[in-house]
């Protein structure tokens, strides 16, 4: 159930994109989706498309793989377009017993549509491509002068990190208990979805307590092994920002700069 | 060099520890004693069993070497450094690694050799020196091979080793092992106990093993069993073996050679005491039975 989510995970590889610094992959993908966001002609989704296919081909993650990411936001996406389509107010096209399909409410729903995908699909690149450890350091490092604003941001990367390393061996133990309780003849199986959500719920007890547990053996050890916060620690894998990433800024810097002319020349 | 003239690493004085309990209004209202006097002298170089059936107390000293705990009387000194006083905290946790009992619970990064360089990290090391420290640690455990995958693909030896690293990139003298290989089948309680034995010999690492599995306990220098919260029994695995009858009373069994010997010896068969191993103890039988065919012919 869980395995079939391609949205968020890794996918092992070499390419340019991978060995990209996440810093630079951040603030790309901020980048983009802010451009979808303020550019919204045909011609800047064109030119957003061609950015998107570029991505996608130099970082060798199969375009399959990531539109698979797309299925678990399509119901999500269908909602979205059929409420724009009916609920904008506007000249009618078309009248289905109460609900008038409008034309401004056909553009915004395509336009919804775009972005939404292209978000998903900007996203998935980044994380498609940075290992959750990179992305957590590149989180760290890049937004480090919000520490300035007095936010615990090595704290927070900490605590993402730690919870990406937890998640399998939750996931193991969820599976143990679940296969603890089958033998003692609870059911997972048969019923609706309701009766299935309602039988996970002695499930989550025991997991509580353990999480806890973990947490608590986790705290010790960390202790044990010197851990006093950020402040006066080194790292073992700085992040440097070599001539790749520099260049990645200049690209970046371009489709922002096209993106503009594109607004202020064509009027499509 | 005889241990006498070792420097101690470890000397605690009439150690005592108390868990408090409070109430809603934070007022003690229980309190249950964990150590109730125990001292203990540990020099460098040497390797410490500590036995003990649950609750004896043995985990609640093992936190106090490490300063996780604090005594609540008596003194301890790590590597001559008082371990009540606040400062001395980030040097003993230095001097004295910890290893626990779950390996899932300890090792906090997703990439082994980032594991081995969290402790390197926090003592704020310069990052060229983290990775020399990190080659060394994994290469002492033989986990050199794995340092780029996830702990979670490792087996529990394999990752109770990926732990032990950790520490010893710290470059501690002394690590203490809290019942490491509690969660291990038994090869996996071999290959911790194989390195931990090897990180003595060669680099010299003076080792607190605590554990309840007496196999574990017969190369140790020395061994101290617990029982209630205090030292009842201390001496060379050999001398502490001897005395089956009273180690069952704390409820701690006894390697089954051993026991077996003990029996044997109960029933009339002339054999020294504290035998140890299978080895020692066909040894004994085979002078035995050359004795009887001697007397015979």
């Not at chain 1, 990406?164 to 679940?178: G, N, Q």
């Not at chain 2, 704020?124 to 979670?152: D, F, H």
Request: aromatic share 8%; charged share 25%; net charge neutral.
């Amino acid at each position: 159930m869980l395995k079939d989510m391609t949205i968020g995970q890794y996918y092992p590889g070499n390419s340019l994109i991978h060995r990209l610094d996440p810093r630079v992959k951040l603030l790309g993908t901020l980048v983009f989706i802010i451009s979808l966001f303020t550019f919204s002609s045909i011609s800047a989704y064109a030119l957003a498309t061609v950015a998107v296919l570029t991505v996608v081909a130099v970082s060798r993650v199969p375009l399959r793989y990531i539109l698979k990411g797309l299925k678990p936001i399509f119901i999500l996406m269908l909602i979205t377009i059929l409420f724009n389509l009916f609920m904008t107010p506007g000249t009618a096209v078309l009248q289905i017993w109460k609900l008038k399909m409008t034309e401004e409410g056909i553009r915004f729903a395509i336009h919804m549509a775009v972005r939404l995908t292209y978000l998903i699909i900007g996203s998935s690149i980044l994380t498609f491509t940075t290992t959750p450890n990179s992305l957590t350091d590149g989180l760290e490092s890049g937004l480090g002068w919000m520490n300035r604003l007095h936010v615990p941001v090595h704290e927070i990367a900490m605590m993402m990190s730690i919870a990406l390393r937890f998640i399998p061996i939750l996931m193991d133990e969820t599976d143990k208990i679940m296969r603890a309780q089958e033998a003692r003849g609870a059911d997972f199986q048969s019923g609706g979805v309701f009766h299935r959500v309602k039988a996970m719920v002695p499930l989550l007890v025991p997991l509580f307590v353990s999480a806890f547990r973990r947490a608590n053996d986790l705290a010790l050890a960390m202790e044990a092994r010197g851990y006093h916060g950020g402040a006066g620690r080194t790292k073992m894998k700085p992040l440097v920002y070599h001539r790749k990433d520099w260049i990645a800024f200049l690209v970046m810097a371009g489709y922002v700069a096209a993106q503009i002319l594109l607004r202020i020349f064509v009027k499509i | 060099m005889k241990s006498s003239d070792r420097r101690s690493i470890i000397e605690g004085h009439d150690l005592t520890y108390e868990y408090l309990h409070y109430d809603d209004d934070g007022n003690v209202d229980a309190s249950y004693r964990a150590l109730k006097g125990v001292s203990l002298d540990v020099k460098e170089g040497q390797f410490i069993a500590i036995l003990g059936h649950n609750g004896s107390g043995k985990s609640t000293l093992a936190r106090q070497l490490n300063a996780l705990l604090v005594p609540s009387g008596g003194t301890l000194f790590v590597d001559g450094l008082d371990t009540r006083e606040e400062k001395n905290v980030g040097a003993i946790r230095q001097a004295a690694g910890m290893v626990f009992q779950n390996p899932d619970n300890q090792i906090i990064a997703s990439v082994v050799e980032e594991d081995a360089g969290f402790g390197p990290e926090n003592m704020g090391v310069p990052t060229k020196e983290i990775w020399e420290r990190v080659r060394k640690a994994l290469k002492a455990v033989g986990m050199w091979e794995y340092r780029e995958s996830s702990p979670n693909r490792l087996s529990g030896g394999q990752k109770q080793r990926v732990a032990i690293a950790g520490v010893i990139a710290m470059k501690p003298k002394c690590i203490v092992l809290d019942e490491p290989t509690a969660m291990l089948d038994p090869g996996g309680r071999a290959e911790v106990i194989r390195t931990v034995r090897e990180l003595n010999r060669t680099d010299g690492i003076t080792v607190i093993l605590i554990t309840h599995y007496m196999e574990e306990v017969i190369y140790a220098d020395r061994v101290l069993v617990m029982d209630e919260g205090a030292v009842v029994m201390s001496g060379t695995p050999r001398e502490v073996f001897s005395n089956v009858r009273a180690l069952k009373e704390i409820r701690l069994d006894v390697p089954f050679v051993t026991e077996l010997a003990d029996r044997l010896k109960e029933r009339g068969v002339p054999l020294p005491d504290g035998i140890l191993t299978v080895e020692e103890l066909t040894e004994e039988l085979e002078k035995i039975r050359h004795g009887d065919q001697n007397r015979a012919s």
